[in-house]
């Protein structure tokens, strides 16, 4: 009898992680949360094609998504703003190789760690340098910015008092620390660790199609039953 009461607390351990007492405050939504991360599906509008895995990608394309589950996330497609931003592919400059992509499909997706933005050939180091890169490059995209910087400086020369009241506007707007000419502050708060472990392709000769699966965010979903949360997306 003795010895079956030792093994009591072994057995109930697992019952113990599963019964919502770890892995963030909400248990079972973060378990669906994980489970929703893992396949990324959607349609879009578009040209060319693309294939990423674990961080490298080949391509020459323009894509839009029109609706998709990506990131843990299902949106549809709407005008860019402070809420939402996504788009990819060769944008500004047509060219192999010279791509921004723009994950912002709302706050959830940055407070789980989803939402990044980068040029794709040199993706991994925008997603690990958060703060300064999209500072550069995701204020409204990077050829807005360049252009709002032009508008200023040919402002200033032109009419100061004006420029002066615009400014006021825009940090009246923003806050204090806006930048002035920026529309506006996607917040990216930490790196989307998880790109490096997707895999997805897209296709679209017009009407096209994405789909992937991440190795990582499988991992992470068996493990978080278990209390493990390596991607530290468990709110």
């Known amino acids: 009898m003795k010895r079956n009461l030792k093994i ?3 057995l109930a351990a697992p019952l113990f992680l599963i019964s919502g007492c770890s892995a963030g405050s909400d248990y079972w939504r973060n378990r669906w949360d994980d489970a929703c991360d893992i396949v990324t599906a959607g349609v879009g509008l578009g040209f060319g094609a693309k294939a990423y895995a674990f961080g490298v990608q080949v391509d020459l394309y323009n894509y839009g998504p029109l609706a998709e589950i990506r ?3 299902a949106f ?10 996504v788009e990819e592919g060769n944008i500004g400059v047509p060219m192999l190789g010279a791509n921004m992509e723009i994950f912002y499909p709302g706050g959830r997706a940055v407070e789980r760690g989803k939402a990044y933005c980068g040029l794709t050939p040199l993706l991994p180091l925008f997603v690990l340098d958060t703060r300064e890169n999209n500072k550069k490059y995701c204020n409204s ?7 709002a910087r032009l508008y200023r400086k040919k402002t200033l020369d032109e009419d100061k008092e004006k420029t002066e009241q615009l400014e006021s506007q825009v940090k009246s707007e923003l806050g204090e620390t806006a930048e002035f000419g920026g529309k506006s502050r996607l917040k990216f708060q930490r790196p989307a660790w998880c790109v490096y472990t997707d895999v997805n392709v897209v296709a679209a000769p017009v009407l096209g199609a994405r789909i992937g699966f991440n190795i990582g965010e499988f991992a992470d979903f068996l493990l978080g039953w278990f209390g ?8």
Do not use: N, Q, T
């Open 8 to 10: 009591l607390p072994l």
């Open 71 to 73: 990131g843990g996330e």
């Open 76 to 85: 549809v497609a709407r005008k860019h703003s402070e809420e939402y931003h």
């Open 141 to 147: 995209c990077a050829w807005h910015e360049k252009r």
């Open 228 to 235: 493990l949360d390596i991607f530290g997306d468990d709110l």
